[in-house]
């Protein structure tokens, strides 16, 4: 009979045990909104579990009295109190600025490491010469788990088409839009300035996950030789460690269709790290400027605006596990009820 009801007990214990597990996190709650302490920290709230209050009123005795008919002063009562004294109170905020951080004239150099990654978002894989415009996106997202201060834009337009002499016969030009003067700059081919189209804009203050967006277009003209190209994109980044240096090359590549031509339906082009000896040659050349501090930073770089941030995917990865223990415990529990009753039945026979 003792061995019965110990079997018993087990079997409860087993079936409640992961039901207290998950009701914790419930109890927890209700503790916190009786005013007890609450057993872990929360993140954003003070003291008792609950979120700081303002500052309230002084109660009604402590307001200034009206003057008296025909007196000549019409100040509060001595009695009169400020709604809050310097230096009390739960959610006083700090007096003192926030410290301005300034840019070192040199930075400790890293060297082929994402922190603003750079990228090519709707460039179409083929272009018909003549056809006017494309538009497509210029992103640069914050990977790294610090602040990125300044990330500046770089695009390289290059060949590498045994039937081409040089990448000008491609006769392709690509402009980016300039927010602050609300006008398109040609950064390759006709109109633009000599290397234009390095550190042709800068992004500024990204926090983890977040990302900008630099609209840009490209048109092949009618003149335009068929055949292919690319396009390298890297950003010369400063973090808020006060380390500088390049995101690993990318590459694009498209490819220019004679006049006339219907390209059907046409993807965009598929990045990939750049591993060509061109994209080797642009990354070395990139690392000389590594440890200087970036461009944007004087001012002569137009800024593009933070356009959003990445969706974050999952959940705590403790959910899964402990819902994963809860689980097989249930189990657990139904089969030792199953043995007792087993056993009950086995007596009574």
Same mark, same amino acid.
């Given at each position: 009979?003792?061995?019965?009801?110990?079997?018993?007990?087990?079997?409860?214990?087993?079936?409640?045990?992961?039901?207290?597990?998950?009701?914790?996190?419930?109890?927890?709650?209700?503790?916190?909104?009786?005013?007890? $302490?609450? =057993? *872990?920290?929360? !993140?954003?709230?003070?003291?008792?579990?609950?979120?700081?209050?303002? +500052? &309230? /009123? %002084? #109660?009604?005795?402590?307001? $200034?009295? =009206? *003057?008296?008919? !025909?007196?000549?002063?019409?100040?509060?009562?001595?009695?009169?109190? +400020? &709604? /809050? %004294? #310097?230096?009390?109170?739960?959610?006083? =905020?700090?007096?003192?600025?926030?410290?301005?951080?300034?840019?070192?004239?040199?930075?400790? +150099?890293?060297?082929?490491?994402?922190?603003?990654?750079?990228?090519?978002?709707?460039?179409?894989?083929?272009?018909?010469?003549?056809?006017?415009?494309?538009?497509?996106?210029?992103?640069?997202?914050?990977?790294?788990?610090?602040?990125?201060?300044?990330?500046?834009?770089?695009?390289?337009?290059?060949?590498?088409?045994?039937?081409?002499?040089?990448?000008?016969?491609?006769?392709?030009?690509?402009?980016?839009?300039?927010?602050?003067?609300?006008?398109?700059?040609?950064?390759?081919?006709?109109?633009?300035?000599?290397?234009?189209?390095?550190?042709?804009?800068?992004?500024?203050?990204?926090?983890?996950?977040?990302?900008?967006?630099?609209?840009?277009?490209?048109?092949?003209?009618?003149?335009?030789?068929?055949?292919?190209?690319?396009?390298?994109?890297?950003?010369?980044?400063?973090?808020?460690?006060?380390?500088?240096?390049?995101?690993?090359?990318?590459?694009?590549?498209?490819?220019?269709?004679?006049?006339?031509?219907?390209?059907?339906?046409?993807?965009?082009?598929?990045?990939?790290?750049?591993?060509?000896?061109?994209?080797?040659?642009?990354?070395?050349?990139?690392?000389?400027?590594?440890?200087?501090?970036?461009?944007?930073?004087?001012?002569?770089?137009?800024?593009?605006?933070?356009?959003?941030?990445?969706?974050?995917?999952?959940?705590?990865?403790?959910?899964?596990?402990?819902?994963?223990?809860?689980?097989?415990?249930?189990?657990?529990?139904?089969?030792?009820?199953?043995?007792?009753?087993?056993?009950?039945?086995?007596?009574?026979?």
């Amino acid at each position: 009979m003792k061995l019965h009801r110990a079997l018993a007990a087990a079997a409860v214990t087993a079936v409640v045990g992961p039901l207290a597990l998950f009701a914790a996190p419930s109890a927890s709650a209700a503790n916190a909104a009786d005013g007890q $302490p609450a =057993p *872990a920290f929360t !993140g954003g709230v003070v003291g008792n579990g609950q979120h700081p209050q303002p +500052p &309230t /009123q %002084e #109660p009604s005795s402590a307001k $200034p009295s =009206p *003057a008296a008919p !025909g007196s000549a002063s019409a100040s509060p009562a001595p009695s009169a109190k +400020p &709604t /809050q %004294e #310097p230096g009390k109170g739960t959610a006083s =905020p700090s007096a003192s600025p926030s410290p301005v951080r300034t840019r070192p004239t040199f930075c400790s +150099p890293i060297f082929d490491v994402d922190r603003g990654k750079t990228g090519l978002r709707g460039l179409p894989s083929r272009i018909v010469a003549g056809s006017g415009w494309h538009e497509f996106t210029y992103r640069v997202t914050n990977v790294a788990k610090l602040k990125v201060m300044e990330t500046d834009l770089n695009i390289a337009l290059g060949t590498a088409d045994p039937k081409l002499q040089d990448v000008a016969e491609l006769a392709v030009t690509v402009e980016w839009y300039n927010p602050v003067t609300h006008a398109w700059k040609p950064v390759e081919g006709v109109g633009a300035d000599f290397m234009a189209s390095e550190d042709f804009a800068t992004v500024k203050n990204l926090k983890p996950g977040e990302y900008a967006d630099a609209r840009m277009r490209i048109k092949a003209g009618e003149k335009a030789k068929a055949g292919t190209g690319y396009f390298f994109t890297n950003g010369y980044t400063w973090a808020e460690d006060d380390k500088c240096g390049f995101d690993e090359i990318s590459q694009f590549d498209f490819t220019v269709l004679p006049a006339g031509t219907k390209p059907g339906k046409v993807d965009d082009a598929k990045g990939r790290t750049g591993s060509s000896d061109e994209a080797k040659k642009q990354q070395q050349k990139q690392h000389d400027k590594v440890g200087q501090k970036p461009a944007g930073g004087d001012g002569r770089l137009a800024e593009v605006p933070v356009s959003g941030k990445l969706a974050e995917t999952g959940s705590s990865s403790m959910l899964p596990a402990a819902a994963g223990i809860g689980g097989a415990a249930v189990v657990a529990g139904a089969a030792a009820v199953f043995v007792v009753r087993r056993r009950k039945a086995g007596s009574a026979g």
